[in-house]
């Protein structure tokens, strides 16, 4: 544009039925759902109030106020409602065969919320949902910011989905990014805030989100990349696992030779830094991590 526009834009949307919504954009409910056979599709409906205003050249102006209420089905589908207890977890993302995924404490894999040290927890947070104990599922706050971002860079450079959104994808959907599929994410994500919870969405995250070829959850990917577990990683390995989840196997090129190439150890350091500007370590940590040789599944150098 010619010029330099303020927008100012709301949207109101009032009792949004999934179940019809998916209905009349021709989707079914997703299978993995398990809904009841012959019984209600009802996945529960919302209402959602959202304004944006800003300036369309600068992303960083806008500013974002929304407010979303979800009211759950009357019965929650089983497929969700397993969740909260034990459950066993097989990816189907592309060739195989995979490995099941224990989620429960009996899996020597398995690692509980409690016990993934504090650092890792903000160190994810900051990186992938700095709004995750604050929102509805969604955080349509940072959408307005990485649509701008993305157009004015060219390519999808950023993205917007929250870790309810991610542990949808994961759990139940492909990888197909059609509209549609946004569709059932989106009643999937509100089902999932409704029924588990923050801290149990967390904690499955970090179990069986991917880091690697056939590499899920936090305790296998710290020992497999740093021989190491959780509670003795280094704030580095951190912000370098962390930092790989967006990609975990486009990212494998870039330490493939033991250490990561020049354009990860920006994004770690950028990740350390925001670390930093937090408090959520000192100043004599974040200069350590900085000058710590990441070393990946291989020996490390003397000490």
Same mark, same amino acid.
């Given at each position: ?27 079914? &409910? @997703? ?28 992303? +960083? ?5 929304? /407010? ?20 066993? %977890? ?18 020597? !894999? ?5 016990? &993934? ?15 995750? #104990? =604050?929102?509805? =599922?969604? !955080? ?9 971002? *993305? ?18 994808? *994961?759990? %139940? ?7 549609? $599929? ?24 970090? *179990? ?5 070829? !056939?590499?899920?959850?936090? $305790?296998? +990917?710290?020992?497999? #990349? %740093?021989? $190491? ?18 990609? @975990?196997? /486009?990212?494998?090129?870039?330490? +493939?030779?033991?250490?990561? =190439? ?11 830094? /925001?670390? $930093? ?8 940590? #974040? ?17």
């Amino acid at each position: 544009l010619d010029t330099d526009p303020v927008i100012d834009l709301a949207l109101g949307v009032r009792q949004l039925d999934f179940a019809q919504l998916l209905g009349t954009s021709g989707l079914a &409910v @997703p299978e993995s759902l398990e809904m009841t056979p012959g019984g209600s599709h009802d996945l529960g409906s919302a209402t959602i109030d959202l304004r944006v205003r800003g300036r369309l050249a600068d992303p +960083a102006s806008l500013v974002v106020t929304q /407010k979303i209420d979800f009211r759950p089905p009357r019965q929650m589908p089983p497929g969700i409602a397993r969740l909260r207890g034990d459950f066993s %977890f097989t990816p189907d993302d592309g060739a195989g065969p995979h490995r099941a995924i224990d989620v429960s404490p009996a899996s020597p !894999d398995f690692i509980a919320l409690r016990d &993934v040290p504090p650092l890792f927890v903000r160190t994810l947070l900051l990186a992938e949902d700095s709004s995750f #104990y =604050g929102h509805r =599922g969604i !955080d349509l706050r940072e959408l307005p910011t990485a649509l701008l971002t *993305n157009w004015s860079r060219g390519g999808a450079s950023r993205g917007a989905s929250t870790i309810t959104q991610q542990l949808a994808k *994961n759990l %139940f959907l492909s990888r197909d990014k059609q509209l549609g $599929r946004k569709l059932q994410e989106l009643a999937i994500t509100f089902l999932l805030e409704s029924a588990l919870g923050k801290d149990r969405i967390l904690e499955i995250y970090l *179990n069986i989100i991917e880091w690697g070829p !056939d590499l899920r959850g936090l $305790r296998p +990917a710290a020992r497999t #990349y %740093f021989g $190491r577990e959780p509670r003795a990683l280094t704030p580095a390995e951190m912000a370098f696992l962390v930092s790989i989840i967006p990609g @975990p196997i /486009k990212y494998q090129a870039s330490f +493939a030779h033991g250490m990561p =190439g020049p354009g990860l150890q920006v994004l770690i350091d950028d990740l350390l830094a /925001k670390l $930093r500007s937090v408090d959520a370590i000192s100043a004599e940590e #974040y200069h350590r991590a900085l000058l710590e040789p990441i070393v990946v599944a291989g020996e490390r150098p003397p000490e």
